[in-house]
């Protein structure tokens, strides 16, 4: 048995005198044991802000992606071991593939968003705003890293991707993070944080741990810290009360176990693709982690005509269905995560069926390996509601567990309004392969579910299901969700950046965000930017090219080279009530003649270009105009080496400014180049 230290202050700390069991959900023995007694809170808050806090906020985001890349790497190096201590909640491999494998995954998504952020410490958000007639002031936004902690007070589900879902965000946002995980599994979130800090890929206190009851950790936060809860809505609005959390006005990130609901489409009758895959969703959602999710169906509303074929073909999937020790082949259904789970969730069946009835109940289940006597065994129960618009407590009691309702509906709009009874949820499916279905339902449901997914034939192959929230989306709800967002890709970050409102001159504003900005000065460059290394191009560096006079003939050969006959540009007797003067010069000739223009075309610095982040044509350009470039460096980007044959080099992204004779932008583009540092690695 291990007894559960704490990671505070860059040290491990020895539990409290009195620690308390954890118990194995499959055999009842004892595998660790906890006391929180011991956890110094103001040390942990003090050392996170003074020590890890500076050091996170100093690295740009470009290396924070590359510290989760690393830890991700490393991490999956040892998963093995977290696979031996998740066995002991009652999860099948299967089970703890979603929380080992998908945690680490999250990492590796979130490092991978490095690519979309600037390479500065803090970001620069949006465009800018003109706040003036002669440009000379202008405004923007950044969002710079909070000075304060990430408290993660996690559920016991998922104790690693839970808290690995929550870390990624708050890491590469620059914010250091103190980790709560749930008591009942907390054992395993230790045995993940313990090989993170022995990694030594993070800064000293970008991480701490803290197992058992810490009672105290929300006395101690302040308006910089972040506080995230997972768990139960009851809970959660304990917590969100917290007399520290409203005086300092303490942003809190609350995602609740709701009702999410699962609909069969009118149009999937028997014998229909969509048919099936609801049958094949809603028999994982009931066996996988034993329904304990936050994202579980607990609703499936079904129409009355269908409901007895759902129920017979549910009830066929389900007495296939394995359970036992997750550790033996052939199970495939494990087992709560304790007893008092398995208690709360007999005492959830008892309060439905004071309204509900039973269809299908696998009360005394045979089990591979174990015992329900030692082991928190619970079969699946499916429940219905002949009147389920009347019906209240289907509604409002979660059974946090293989437990579901099949409620009849007799069109689409009654199926909505059963959907929202449910007061707001993280997710909700639809299994339709009718797209007019599928809009009408998502229009009018999106508002009381953070995520929807659209099951149909087409999409069944690649999709990752009902209850599996991706890090490129928002993961949260409205309502009895509880109103928050995780995740969500760079969306994600802003729980942990301050949004601020910067106002200046364009000059000014360009040098915080090291992005040129309208109106700023381009000082000329007595060297052609391509004959510049990285480093010694600065933002605002500017090459003015020579001028060309535009004829007739660059607009026929355009046409004949491109096979652009647009009328526009080749029959000028079709212009008469249009917007055109006469034959107008091809848009994309305009940019390739701008290109031919400031392109340096001997060999030099810049590796390659390799394509247009923006392009508008903004003024027709007629024979007779003189159109010249100017180029200037608006933003660079460094890059990391990726192999031992790679040579350093960084992103630039260079401003094409082509105006006419007078002065006038006829168009504007951000090219992007690849540029070789001067310096290489030895």
Not at 222 to 233: L, W
Not at 602 to 623: A, I, Q, S, W
Request: proline share 6%; with cysteine; charged share 20%.
């Amino acid at each position: 048995m291990r007894i559960l230290d704490h990671y505070i202050a860059g040290q491990w700390v020895p539990a409290g005198p009195d620690p308390s069991p954890l118990l194995d959900a499959v055999h009842g023995h004892a595998v660790a044991a906890v006391d929180a007694s011991s956890a110094d809170m103001t040390s942990a808050f003090r050392y996170g802000r003074d020590q890890a806090g500076p050091a996170l906020r100093k690295m740009t985001f470009q290396r924070r992606g590359q510290m989760l890349k690393a830890l991700a790497l490393h991490l999956m190096s040892k998963k093995e071991e977290f696979y031996r201590w998740s066995a002991h909640t009652g999860a099948t491999r299967a089970d703890s593939w979603i929380d080992v494998e998908g945690g680490i995954g999250t990492l590796f998504a979130y490092a991978s968003l490095r690519k979309q952020l600037p390479d500065l410490p803090y970001l620069v958000d949006g465009d800018p705003a003109m706040l003036s007639k002669e440009g000379t002031f202008i405004g923007h936004h950044i969002g710079v890293p909070k000075r304060g902690m990430a408290v993660h007070i996690n559920a016991y589900n998922f104790p690693i991707w839970g808290m690995l879902e929550k870390v990624s965000c708050n890491l590469l946002a620059g914010v250091p993070a103190i980790v709560k995980p749930a008591t009942l599994t907390s054992y395993v979130a230790h045995s993940m944080v313990k090989e993170i800090v022995d990694s030594g890929i993070l800064p000293e206190g970008a991480i701490q741990l803290v197992c058992g009851s810490a009672r105290d950790i929300l006395d101690h936060v302040t308006f910089e810290d972040v506080v995230t809860f997972t768990g139960s809505a009851e809970t959660g609005l304990a917590l969100k009360s917290h007399p520290r959390v409203l005086s300092e006005n303490v942003p809190f990130n609350l995602e609740a176990d709701s009702l999410n609901s699962m609909v069969l489409g009118p149009d999937a009758a028997p014998g229909t693709p969509e048919f099936d895959l609801f049958i094949k969703e809603m028999r994982r959602e009931l066996t996988i982690k034993c329904g304990q999710r936050c994202t579980a169906v607990r609703r499936a509303m079904v129409p009355e005509m269908h409901l007895e074929a759902v129920a017979d073909a549910l009830k066929g999937q389900l007495d296939r269905v394995a359970l036992g020790d997750p550790a033996l082949e052939g199970v495939r259904m494990g087992a709560l995560a304790g007893m008092e789970q398995r208690a709360e969730v007999e005492q959830a069946v008892s309060r439905l069926l004071s309204e509900a009835e039973v269809l299908y109940s696998m009360d005394s289940p045979e089990l591979m390996g174990a015992s329900s006597d030692t082991g928190a065994f619970y079969g699946p129960r499916l429940l219905t509601h002949s009147r389920p618009l009347e019906a209240a407590l289907v509604h409002e009691v979660e059974p946090f567990g293989p437990v579901s309702s099949l409620l009849p509906y007799r069109d689409l709009s009654e199926a909505i309004k059963l959907v929202h009874k449910g007061k707001g949820s993280l997710c909700c499916s639809i299994a339709t392969g009718d797209a007019a279905v599928a809009r009408e339902f998502v229009t009018e449901a999106a508002t009381h579910h953070g995520r929807i997914l659209v099951l149909d034939a087409k999409c069944a192959k690649e999709s990752t299901g009902h209850g599996s929230p991706m890090p490129q989306l928002v993961h949260g709800g409205p309502g009895r969700a509880g109103g928050g967002e995780e995740m969500g890709g760079l969306r994600g970050l802003g729980h942990y950046l301050q949004r601020t409102a910067i106002q200046g001159h364009p000059d000014t504003i360009t040098e915080i965000t090291q992005r040129h900005q309208p109106g700023a000065a381009r000082p000329e460059s007595d060297v052609h930017p391509f004959r510049k290394h990285f480093e010694d191009l600065s933002v605002g560096m500017t090459y003015t090219t020579h001028r060309h006079t535009v004829t007739e003939a660059d607009i026929v050969n355009f046409a004949n080279v491109s096979g652009d006959h647009f009328y526009a540009h080749v029959d000028e007797t079709a212009l008469d009530g249009t917007i055109f003067e006469g034959r107008v010069a091809h848009g994309y000739w305009v940019l390739s003649k701008a290109a031919g223009m400031f392109v340096e075309p001997h060999k030099g610095p810049v590796l390659l270009n390799y394509g247009l982040e923006t392009c508008r044509f903004t003024k027709p350009v007629y024979p007779g105009m003189t159109i010249g470039v100017q180029l200037t460096v608006e933003e660079k980007i460094q890059q990391e080496l990726r192999g031992d044959d790679d040579v350093l080099k960084g992103i630039v992204k260079f401003k094409v400014d082509v105006t006419d004779e007078t002065g006038e932008t006829v168009a504007i583009a951000t090219i992007l180049t690849m540029v070789k540092n001067r310096d290489q690695p030895t």
